[in-house]
């Protein structure tokens, strides 16, 4: 309880200087110093307050503890009135300076002054009636339970032994915040309405809190968000035959667990006296090997399978997407956004944490130059992947984060990983249990979306055994098999219904299909999400287009932009002995899709990257591409090109711009300028995504939605397709990819299969 409120007018006030009864002072932890026409000071452990005026000077210099509040209204100090004297002692009192004070009593004054400092009524906390009441709890070996117990003996607090009712606060202490029978005490205290304080006070790295409320996180919340960091273990475990965590070497020195208990008693003792503060919702962690402390926010999982409704993400799922007014707040950067970055970090930082967060850490990628802009994540985990089929897929692939500004780039990386954490598997998705030919004319054959060639089928084995895992063919899929689908939603209302596994990463039981990222997008709201989504269909189908035909297509002119921002990457890149030039990739749907490429100038080896980008601004759209470029750069500045993706590894050693001509503008064409790029200027992101959509509708193309947000996360997650869309990936189904070129007139006929490019696109 901060700075509470002290009625001035109900004091007693039988006294005068001596009084015997409540006075009012300054508080304990502050130390007065008045100087006639200097001011009145007071010093604490903050620094020091200085309060100027004759006024204040003299009523200063009475709050010493011995006067009360009549005496103070009689003196007039400063020559003050009564009503001005009680006006400004009711400002001090307010601005937690001045409390009423109760005299006698063999109090510690250094405990009072403690207890005063946090903002709590010292007095209640040194006249209780009796001790508080803690019940000591130990989950596993013993770790430091006695050293706890004598703890908490010495600040005077009485530790009980009986139910969860007899006492004020329980302390419960463990080796590992994952052990199982935690389950049972979390179940026991929200029961009873109880809270609990957990610890395990030990090891390098010592662990205290939160304290669980029954109306807050419970155990089940931090546990979601622990096993989430600790997925590596988890499938160790499972291949190892074993369940919960793995046990571990108990590690402490007698300083270690003596700071500890201490540590674990004075959080006690605070939830005991009324203080509350952020810190008790937060695991607190004290690194003992650097004496570094953190706190991490452990928010409430409303869709939780232990304290909240755990129907909330089925229920989103089952009704139609409906568009919002999205007012556009910023255009800069790489989109138009309905929030800043800045914005979206403020509301989102709690996501990043080792223990509360769905990701570790956001940094920058350290073998990135500095202009590049490239950040990390973490890794790219699937949670419903786990055992052997987890280890073999070595939980290497990176959360990583783009953009104009390190600030653009770091809210890319959250995003990102929230973007892949809401789209796993998670066991509360809505999912209807049917064969393909059961559900009728509202199922999508998932091959309309995978798009694979009946030949590619037929010769999985051998492709598959060369190349990288995301462009595996699967088996074919079984229409006769009874498997979960989940629906889908036209901006019309109409549902479609898709297999489960292909809509979110790691489902189990289901064959011949897959989760992508094709369409896959976070935004800072659901509209920014969706086109956002529907920008990556439109985008990876043009790359498709261009790369598989190998066809040329003009360069575009990027001093028209007159942006000073590609002007420095140009510059930067000529800095390190690399060309930078971008192609125009729009296909027939009109929406500007732009490649930005580099090559090595100084020397045999070209080193050859690729980044796309596509937005309804074409200046967006350069950026991006350029932005996407830049994540790339890592992979060829660094010695050696250590890739685990043959596909990728054989670009490097093997593409140039004369054996892969397609690279450079076409001869002869005009460079495309800005001003070749048609773009409409709208305020709101929802009237883009319309737009897009009727698009997407006059080429015959349907844009489907599924909202992935988790009520835990809160970042607008979606799944977006447009059945149809070519990914960018090694897909050759009759279609897009063959009939676009022809219409557009880059091509005389269809190119035939056995001459598409052979080398898949491996972004």
């Given at each position: 309880?901060?700075?509470?409120?002290v009625?001035?007018?109900g004091?007693r006030?039988?006294?005068?200087?001596?009084?015997?009864?409540?006075?009012l002072?300054?508080?304990?932890?502050?130390?007065?110093e008045?100087?006639?026409?200097?001011?009145?000071?007071?010093?604490?452990?903050?620094?020091?307050?200085?309060?100027?005026?004759?006024?204040?000077?003299?009523?200063a210099?009475?709050?010493?503890g011995?006067?009360?509040?009549?005496?103070?209204?009689?003196?007039r100090?400063?020559?003050?009135?009564?009503?001005?004297?009680?006006?400004?002692?009711?400002?001090?009192v307010?601005?937690?300076?001045?409390?009423?004070?109760?005299?006698?009593?063999?109090?510690?004054?250094?405990?009072?002054?403690?207890?005063?400092?946090?903002?709590?009524d010292?007095?209640?906390?040194?006249?209780?009636e009796?001790p508080s009441?803690?019940?000591?709890?130990?989950?596993?070996?013993?770790?430091?339970?006695?050293r706890?117990?004598?703890?908490?003996?010495?600040?005077?607090?009485?530790?009980?032994?009986?139910?969860?009712?007899?006492?004020?606060?329980?302390?419960?202490?463990?080796?590992?915040?994952?052990?199982?029978?935690?389950a049972?005490?979390?179940?026991?205290?929200?029961?009873?309405?109880r809270?609990?304080?957990i610890?395990?006070?030990?090891?390098?790295?010592v662990w205290?809190?939160?304290?669980?409320?029954?109306?807050?996180?419970?155990?089940?919340?931090?546990?979601?968000?622990?096993?989430?960091?600790?997925h590596?273990?988890a499938?160790?475990?499972?291949?190892?035959?074993?369940?919960?965590?793995?046990?571990?070497?108990?590690?402490?020195?007698?300083?270690?667990?003596a700071?500890?208990?201490?540590?674990?008693?004075?959080?006690?003792?605070?939830?005991?006296?009324?203080?509350r503060?952020?810190?008790?919702?937060?695991?607190?962690t004290l690194?003992?090997?650097?004496?570094?402390?953190?706190?991490?926010?452990?928010?409430?999982r409303?869709?939780?399978?232990?304290?909240g409704?755990?129907g909330?993400?089925?229920?989103?799922?089952?009704?139609?997407?409906v568009l919002?007014?999205?007012?556009?707040?910023?255009?800069?950067?790489?989109?138009?956004?309905?929030?800043?970055?800045?914005q979206?970090?403020?509301?989102?930082?709690?996501?990043?944490?080792?223990?509360t967060?769905?990701?570790?850490?956001?940094?920058?990628?350290?073998?990135?130059?500095?202009?590049?802009?490239?950040?990390?994540?973490?890794?790219?985990?699937?949670?419903g992947?786990?055992?052997?089929?987890?280890?073999?897929?070595?939980?290497r692939?990176?959360?990583?984060?783009?953009g104009?500004?390190?600030?653009?780039?770091?809210v890319?990386?959250?995003?990102?990983a929230?973007?892949?954490?809401?789209?796993?598997?998670q066991?509360?998705?809505?999912?209807i249990?049917?064969?393909f030919?059961?559900?009728?004319?509202?199922?999508?054959?998932?091959?309309?979306?995978?798009?694979?060639?009946?030949?590619?089928?037929?010769?999985?084995?051998?492709?598959?055994?060369?190349h990288?895992?995301?462009?595996?063919?699967?088996?074919?899929?079984?229409?006769?098999?009874?498997?979960d689908?989940?629906?889908?939603?036209?901006?019309?209302?109409?549902?479609?219904?898709?297999?489960?596994?292909?809509?979110?990463?790691g489902?189990?039981?289901a064959?011949?299909?897959?989760?992508?990222?094709?369409?896959a997008?976070?935004?800072s709201?659901?509209?920014d999400?969706i086109?956002?989504?529907?920008?990556?269909?439109?985008?990876?189908?043009?790359?498709?287009?261009?790369?598989?035909?190998?066809?040329?297509v003009?360069?575009v002119?990027?001093?028209?932009?007159?942006?000073?921002?590609?002007?420095?990457?140009?510059?930067?890149?000529?800095?390190?002995?690399?060309?930078?030039?971008?192609?125009?990739?729009?296909?027939?749907?009109?929406?500007p899709?732009?490649?930005?490429?580099?090559?090595?100038?100084?020397?045999?080896?070209?080193?050859?990257?690729?980044?796309?980008?596509?937005?309804?601004?074409?200046?967006i759209?350069?950026?991006?591409?350029v932005t996407?470029?830049?994540?790339m750069?890592?992979i060829?500045?660094?010695?050696?090109?250590?890739?685990?993706d043959?596909?990728?590894?054989?670009?490097?050693?093997?593409?140039?711009?004369?054996?892969?001509?397609?690279?450079?503008?076409?001869?002869?064409?005009?460079?495309?300028?800005a001003?070749?790029?048609?773009?409409?200027?709208?305020?709101?992101?929802?009237?883009?995504?319309?737009?897009?959509?009727?698009?997407l509708?006059?080429?015959?193309?349907?844009?489907?939605?599924?909202?992935?947000?988790?009520?835990?996360?809160?970042?607008?997650?979606?799944?977006?397709?447009?059945?149809?869309?070519?990914?960018?990936?090694?897909?050759?189904?009759?279609?897009?990819?063959?009939d676009?070129?022809?219409?557009l007139?880059?091509?005389?006929?269809?190119?035939p299969?056995?001459?598409?490019?052979?080398?898949?696109?491996?972004?």
């Open positions: 309880m901060r700075n509470p409120a009625d001035t007018t004091a006030t039988a006294g005068g200087q001596g009084a015997a009864g409540p006075t002072a300054f508080k304990r932890h502050l130390r007065a008045v100087r006639a026409g200097k001011g009145a000071y007071l010093f604490s452990e903050q620094g020091v307050i200085a309060m100027r005026g004759a006024q204040i000077e003299s009523l210099s009475l709050l010493d011995t006067h009360d509040l009549e005496s103070l209204l009689r003196d100090p400063g020559g003050m009135p009564p009503d001005q004297v009680r006006a400004l002692l009711a400002q001090l307010q601005a937690g300076l001045v409390t009423v004070r109760e005299q006698g009593g063999q109090n510690d004054e250094r405990a009072l002054a403690y207890w005063d400092a946090c903002g709590v010292a007095e209640r906390v040194a006249t209780r009796r009441r803690v019940r000591l709890i130990t989950v596993g070996d013993d770790i430091g339970t006695e706890v117990r004598a703890a908490l003996t010495e600040a005077d607090v009485e530790v009980v032994t009986g139910g969860t009712d007899v006492a004020d606060l329980s302390v419960v202490l463990c080796s590992d915040y994952l052990d199982p029978r935690l049972a005490v979390d179940a026991a205290h929200r029961a009873g309405g809270p609990w304080l610890a395990r006070p030990f090891g390098a790295q205290i809190g939160p304290v669980l409320r029954p109306d807050g996180g419970c155990w089940h919340c931090l546990t979601h968000r622990l096993w989430g960091h600790r590596a273990e499938c160790v475990q499972e291949v190892l035959g074993h369940d919960g965590p793995a046990r571990r070497p108990v590690s402490a020195v007698p300083p270690l667990t700071a500890a208990a201490h540590f674990v008693a004075l959080e006690a003792c605070k939830w005991l006296a009324g203080y503060y952020e810190g008790q919702q937060c695991v607190w690194d003992t090997l650097d004496l570094q402390g953190r706190l991490h926010e452990l928010r409430r409303p869709q939780c399978d232990g304290c409704d755990t909330l993400v089925a229920r989103r799922s089952a009704a139609p997407v919002q007014p999205a007012k556009k707040v910023t255009s800069g950067g790489g989109g138009h956004r309905t929030a800043t970055p800045a979206m970090l403020e509301r989102h930082r709690h996501l990043i944490s080792p223990i967060g769905i990701v570790k850490a956001v940094r920058p990628d350290p073998s990135a130059p500095a202009f590049a802009n490239a950040y990390h994540s973490g890794p790219n985990v699937t949670r992947v786990t055992g052997m089929a987890a280890l073999r897929a070595g939980l692939c990176q959360n990583g984060g783009k104009v500004t390190p600030l653009d780039a770091e890319g990386a959250l995003c990102e929230a973007e892949r954490f809401s789209g796993s598997y066991g509360d998705e809505l999912r249990r049917a064969t030919a059961e559900l009728g004319e509202e199922a999508l054959h998932p091959n309309d979306c995978m798009l694979f060639a009946e030949r590619q089928y037929d010769g999985r084995e051998a492709w598959n055994a060369e990288a895992d995301f462009q595996r063919v699967p088996e074919r899929f079984d229409t006769g098999a009874a498997i689908w989940t629906p889908v939603w036209s901006l019309t209302g109409r549902r479609r219904l898709l297999p489960t596994a292909h809509l979110y990463y489902t189990p039981g064959r011949g299909v897959h989760a992508d990222s094709n369409g997008a976070a935004g709201s659901l509209e999400a086109l956002q989504g529907a920008l990556e269909l439109v985008e990876r189908d043009a790359v498709a287009l261009w790369w598989y035909n190998r066809v040329p003009p360069g002119d990027l001093n028209s932009f007159g942006d000073r921002w590609l002007e420095e990457m140009t510059r930067n890149y000529a800095g390190i002995g690399r060309e930078l030039w971008v192609l125009d990739l729009t296909s027939d749907l009109g929406v899709v732009m490649a930005a490429l580099s090559r090595r100038t100084d020397g045999p080896r070209e080193d050859v990257i690729l980044g796309f980008g596509a937005h309804l601004d074409p200046r759209a350069v950026r991006r591409a996407e470029l830049n994540q750069l890592p060829v500045l660094a010695a050696g090109h250590e890739l685990d043959p596909d990728a590894r054989r670009w490097l050693e093997f593409a140039t711009v004369a054996n892969q001509p397609y690279l450079r503008p076409a001869a002869g064409e005009r460079m495309r300028a001003g070749d790029f048609p773009f409409v200027e709208r305020a709101d992101v929802g009237d883009d995504v319309e737009a897009l959509a009727a698009t509708g006059g080429a015959g193309l349907e844009l489907l939605v599924l909202d992935q947000t988790r009520p835990d996360v809160g970042i607008p997650v979606v799944k977006v397709l447009a059945p149809g869309l070519r990914p960018l990936w090694a897909r050759f189904a009759p279609g897009r990819l063959f676009v070129p022809v219409r007139g880059r091509l005389d006929a269809p190119t299969y056995d001459r598409l490019n052979p080398l898949p696109m491996f972004l």
